[in-house]
């Protein structure tokens, strides 16, 4: 499950420190803050790579996509 998705950023929970990414296909992944870009906002398009964790699907490596 490694290849790279593109989605948009729809959930930020600072103080849970997690949010949400909507794929190409609508299908919501979690992610920790932390696999985050440094600078980014509700809205941002982004590409991930998922991972399967002991909770389920994840989104990690998170890079900002510029046009």
Do not use: H, Y
């Not at 930020?12 to 909507?22: A, F, K, P, S, Y």
């Not at 980014?40 to 991930?48: E, G, K, R």
Request: negative net charge; proline residues 3%.
């Amino acid at each position: 499950m490694n290849q790279k998705r593109n989605g948009t950023i729809s959930v930020v929970d600072l103080e849970n420190n997690c949010g949400l990414i909507v794929d190409e296909n609508g299908q919501d992944i979690p992610f920790s803050l932390k696999d985050a870009p440094e600078t980014f906002q509700l809205d941002t398009q982004v590409s991930f790579n998922i991972e399967l964790s002991e909770n389920g699907l994840a989104a990690i490596n998170i890079q900002k996509i510029t046009r």
